[in-house]
C-alpha cells in the first residue's frame, strides 16, 4: 500500500545544491573570462554534493538511504539511457573512423542550400522523432551529422543544434508511440490518437512559425563558396541505415548494435582501421560517453531520494493552492510538470509523477482530459529540451566537443519559446476548456 509522502522544501535541497555547483561554478568562470567555463567542473562531480547533503538531511539510517538511492540509480529507465548512450558512443565513433561524419557532411552540403540547413534539420528531426517516439534516437542520428554541417557552412553551431533539439522534441511530443505520449493518456485515460488531435493544434502553428524564424534567421553572415565535396555514398550507408531501421520501429538497441557492426565492416573493408582498431574505436565511443552515463546514475539515484524525501510532493501542494478556476488549473498542471521535470530531469519521470494529481485537478474542474493529457505531454517536452543538464541536451553537446554551451543554445530555442506561448493562448482563449 502506498502511503502519501509528506511535503517538505528540504527535500528540495539536494537539488538545488546540484543545481548551484553546476550552474554557479559556471557563470562564475564565465565572468572571469575562463575559457570554457561551463565545462570546468564536470557534471557528476557537481551532483555528488547533492547526493551527500541528501544522506546528512535526509531521515533513515544510511542503509535504507543507499537502498533508495540504488533503486533510483537502477531504475529502468535511466539503465535505459546508460546503455543508449554507450552504443550511441560506439556508432558514432566507429562511423566517424570510417569517414561516414565527412561524407555525410559533404553530400548535405551537396544537396541541401546552406540557407536552408538549419530547417532542414528541424524537419528531419521532427520526422524520425515522430516515427520512433523518442526524442534521444533522433538526436543520437542526427547530431554529429549536424555538428560537421555546422562547421563546413558556417551557420551558427547553437542555432543548428538549437534546430535539432527543436524538431526533436516536436516529434517526441507528438509521436503516438514515445513514452510521454503513453504516459499521458494513460494516467489521464483517453485514447492516444484523441491526445494527438487536441495536441497538433497547438504544435502545428508553432512548428510553422519556428521554420519561417529558421529559414529567415539560419543563413551563414558569409555563403559558403561553392565547391566540389567529395562523398563515398557507402559510407553514408550506416545512417540511412540506422534511420531506416528507427523508422520502422525496430528496438534502439538493435538498430544501434547492428549500426555499428554496419560501420564496421565498412571500415574494415576500405582499411579505415583493422580488427583490433576497430574494437579500439568501439570503445573509445564508450568512454567517450563516461561523463552523461555517471550523471544519469547519479541523477536517477538522488531523484528517488527527494521524491522520498517530499520534495516534488511540495512542488505539487504549493501549485495547488494557487488554483482558482479551469486556467489557472490548466496552467498549474503545466507549471507543475515543468518544474518536477527541471528536478528529475526526466520528463516521462515528471508525467509519470504528475499525472494522478492532475486528473485529480482536470476531474474537479471539468477539464477535458485530452487537455490535460495535451499539456503535461508539451510542458514536460518544453522543460526537457531546455534544461542544461537533460539527457536531449547533454547527448547532443557531447559531439561538439565542448565547442558550445547549453547557455548559447537555450536562447535559440524558438520552438520551445513558441509552443509555450502559443499553448498559454490556447488555454485562455478556451473557456470551457474542454
Known amino acids: ?34 575559457e570554457l567555463a561551463f565545462y570546468q567542473l564536470p557534471a557528476p ?70 540557407h536552408y540547413i538549419a530547417p532542414g534539420l528541424f524537419i528531419i528531426a521532427g520526422f524520425i522523432s ?47 508511440i514515445s513514452d510521454t505520449t503513453i504516459a499521458a493518456t494513460r494516467t489521464q485515460g483517453v485514447e ?101 552515463f555517471l550523471l544519469s546514475l547519479l541523477t536517477g539515484g538522488l531523484a528517488a531520494l527527494v521524491t522520498k524525501a517530499g520534495g516534488v510532493e511540495w512542488i505539487m501542494e504549493a501549485i495547488q493552492k494557487r488554483i482558482k478556476g479551469k486556467r489557472s488549473a490548466q496552467l498549474g498542471m503545466g507549471l507543475l510538470v515543468t518544474l518536477t521535470d527541471i528536478a528529475v530531469a526526466n520528463n516521462t519521470v515528471a508525467i509519470i509523477i504528475n499525472g494522478p494529481i492532475a486528473k485529480k485537478i482536470s476531474e474537479k474542474y471539468d477539464i477535458d482530459p485530452k487537455r490535460t493529457a495535451s499539456i503535461l505531454d508539451i510542458f514536460s517536452c518544453i522543460s526537457q529540451g531546455a534544461i542544461p543538464y537533460g539527457a536531449q541536451m547533454l547527448i547532443m553537446l557531447s559531439f561538439t566537443g565542448g565547442r558550445v554551451s547549453p547557455f548559447d543554445i537555450i536562447p535559440l530555442l524558438w520552438y520551445q519559446m513558441i509552443l509555450a506561448i502559443f499553448t498559454i493562448i490556447y488555454i485562455f482563449n478556451n473557456k470551457r476548456a474542454s
Open 45 to 114: 562531480v557537481a551532483i555528488f554534493p547533492g547526493i551527500v547533503v541528501a544522506f546528512l538531511l535526509f531521515k533513515g539510517n544510511i542503509k535504507e538511504k543507499f537502498e533508495t538511492f540504488l533503486e533510483g540509480c537502477g531504475h529502468q529507465d535511466i539503465i535505459t539511457m546508460c546503455i543508449i548512450y554507450l552504443l550511441a558512443g560506439g556508432f558514432a565513433v566507429v562511423s566517424k573512423s570510417m569517414g561516414g561524419v565527412e561524407s555525410t557532411v559533404n553530400l548535405g552540403l551537396t544537396y541541401v542550400p546552406s
Open 130 to 176: 515522430t516515427a520512433t517516439g523518442t526524442s534521444v534516437g533522433s538526436i543520437v542520428s542526427l547530431a554529429p551529422i549536424a555538428v560537421g554541417l555546422a562547421e563546413k557552412s558556417g551557420v551558427p553551431m547553437a542555432l543548428i543544434l538549437a534546430s535539432l533539439m527543436g524538431g526533436a522534441m516536436f516529434g517526441d511530443n507528438l509521436s503516438i
Open 192 to 292: 492516444m490518437k484523441d491526445k494527438f488531435k487536441v495536441n497538433i493544434k497547438i504544435a502545428a502553428p508553432a512548428a510553422v512559425l519556428t521554420l519561417i524564424l529558421l529559414i529567415i534567421f539560419g543563413k551563414p553572415d558569409i555563403a559558403p563558396e561553392a565547391g566540389i565535396y567529395a562523398f563515398n555514398i557507402v559510407k553514408v550507408l550506416p545512417y540511412i541505415f540506422v534511420l531506416a531501421l528507427s523508422l520502422a520501429g525496430i528496438n534502439v538497441f538493435v538498430v544501434l548494435t547492428a549500426g555499428i557492426m554496419l560501420s564496421g565492416a565498412i571500415g574494415l573493408f576500405y582499411g579505415n582501421f583493422t580488427m583490433l582498431g576497430y574494437a579500439k574505436e568501439i570503445y573509445n565511443g564508450f568512454t567517450g560517453m563516461t561523463e552523461i
Open 1 to 34: 500500500m502506498d502511503v502519501k509522502k509528506k511535503a517538505s522544501f528540504i527535500g528540495l535541497i539536494p537539488f538545488i545544491v546540484f543545481i548551484g555547483f553546476y550552474l554557479g561554478s559556471g557563470i562564475i568562470l564565465d565572468s572571469k573570462g575562463v
